[in-house]
C-alpha cells in the first residue's frame, strides 16, 4: 500500500512540474505536404545506440508524410566532437535547407550551428540542448524532470536507505548533468541513503562494464547503481549479474534504475535484474522536430513555449516496471522490429557512424 500511494504522489508531482513547465505538442496525424521537397540533415551523437535508431524511424516517418529528405549524421560516440563538427560543415557545403542537431557538446557545437544558421540552414535542437540565444526551436526532454523520476523509483526500490552509485554517462554534456542533478536532489531528502560514487563514462557497453565492475568491487554492498541509458545499462548489469552469479545472489539484490528499456533492459526488468526505467516518448520528438524545421524552412514559428527568443516544447517522462511493461502504449517511443533488426537497408540514408 504504502509503494502504490508513493508512487501515486510521485506522479502527481511530476505531472505538476510537466505542465507547469511545457507541454508537448504531437504531430498532427494528417500534416500538410511541405511546399518543397526540402533537404534535412539530422545530425546525432551516437546513432549506434538503439535510441537514436528509434528516433530514426520517426524522423524517416515524419519526412515521408511530408514528402521532404532526411540523412542522419552519426559521430559514432559522443567523445568525437570534432567529427560532429565536420558534419555540420559538410551540411552547409551540401547546402541543406534545415538540421536537427543534438548536439555533443551544449557549449563545443555553439559555434559550427551558428555557421550553418549564417549559411541560411534553419535549425531545431533536438534532445541535448545548445548554448545559444539564436536557435528558434528546441524539442527536448525535461533531463532534471527525468533524474527525479529516476531517484524517486531508487529510494523507493532501496527502501529509502543504503548505498548507491551513478554512472551518469558521459562527461561534459549537459543533459547527462542535468539527469545527475534531478537524480542526486531527490535523493537528498532521505538521510539514510549515501551516494558513494559518481563515475561518468563512455556510453558503449564495453566502458561501462569495467567501471562498473571496479565500483563493485570497492563497494559490493551497494543498495542501488543509477546508470545513464541502454548501452551503460547493459554493461552495468552485466557486472551486476557476474558478481551475483559469483555471490550466489538472485536477481534483485542490487536494485538498478535507468533510462529507457531497449538493448535487453526490457528483459531485464521482466527477470527482475532491473527494478525500473523512466521513458520517453523519443519516436515522437523526432517526428515533431522534423515538422519543426518545415515550420522553419517555410517561415512558420513551431510551437511550444517562448524560450530564449525562440520556442520549446518538452516531451512526456513517465516511468515503467515489470507490473506495467505490459500495459503501456508503445507508439511513441518503440519503432517496429523489423526497422531495429534491419539496420543494413537503412544505411544509406546515413553518414558516418563507424568508431574509431
Not at 523507493?156 to 554517462?169: C, H, N
Request: hydrophobic share 45%.
Amino acid at each position: 500500500m504504502k509503494s502504490k500511494v508513493f508512487r501515486t504522489l510521485t506522479l502527481l508531482v511530476a505531472i505538476a512540474a510537466f505542465v507547469i513547465t511545457a507541454a508537448f505538442t504531437a504531430p498532427s496525424v494528417e500534416a500538410a505536404k511541405a511546399k518543397k521537397p526540402w533537404k534535412i540533415a539530422v545530425v546525432v551523437p551516437n546513432g549506434v545506440d538503439p535510441y537514436f535508431f528509434s528516433k530514426w524511424f520517426g524522423s524517416v516517418r515524419a519526412a515521408k508524410e511530408l514528402g521532404v529528405s532526411v540523412k542522419m549524421y552519426d559521430a559514432g560516440g559522443y567523445e568525437f566532437l570534432p567529427k560532429q563538427v565536420a558534419h555540420v560543415e559538410d551540411i552547409i557545403a551540401a547546402k541543406y535547407d534545415g538540421m536537427i542537431i543534438c548536439p555533443i557538446s551544449t557549449k563545443g557545437m555553439v559555434n559550427a550551428v551558428h555557421k550553418a544558421m549564417d549559411a541560411g540552414i534553419k535549425v531545431v535542437v533536438d534532445n541535448i540542448d545548445l548554448d545559444s540565444n539564436r536557435v528558434k526551436n528546441r524539442v527536448m526532454k525535461n533531463s532534471y524532470e527525468l533524474g527525479l523520476w529516476i531517484g524517486a523509483a531508487m529510494a523507493e526500490a532501496i527502501q529509502y536507505k543504503g548505498k548507491v552509485f551513478m554512472l551518469p554517462g558521459p562527461s561534459g554534456i549537459e543533459m547527462v548533468t542535468s539527469m545527475a542533478k534531478g537524480f542526486e536532489d531527490y535523493l537528498s531528502h532521505y538521510p539514510k541513503v549515501k551516494i558513494v560514487a559518481k563515475e561518468f563514462t563512455k556510453s558503449n557497453v564495453q566502458a561501462a562494464y569495467q567501471t562498473a565492475e571496479d565500483l563493485l568491487k570497492k563497494y559490493p554492498d551497494v543498495a542501488g547503481i543509477y546508470p545513464w541509458s541502454t548501452l551503460i545499462t547493459r554493461g552495468t548489469t552485466d557486472a551486476v549479474k557476474a558478481l551475483s552469479k559469483a555471490k550466489g545472489w538472485k536477481p534483485g539484490k542490487i536494485k538498478i534504475v535507468t533510462h529507457n528499456i531497449a538493448v535487453g533492459v526490457e528483459k531485464d526488468i521482466r527477470d527482475g535484474w532491473t527494478y525500473g526505467a523512466v521513458l520517453a516518448e523519443q519516436i515522437g520528438m523526432a517526428s515533431q522536430a522534423v515538422y519543426n524545421v518545415v515550420d522553419l524552412i517555410e517561415g512558420r514559428q513551431p510551437p511550444g513555449n517562448p524560450h530564449r527568443g525562440g520556442t520549446l516544447s518538452y516531451i512526456k517522462n513517465f516511468m515503467v516496471y515489470k507490473s506495467s511493461l505490459d500495459e503501456i502504449d508503445r507508439s511513441g517511443m518503440q519503432a517496429p522490429k523489423n526497422w531495429m533488426i534491419k539496420r543494413a537497408k537503412r544505411a544509406k540514408n546515413i553518414v558516418g557512424g563507424k568508431r574509431r
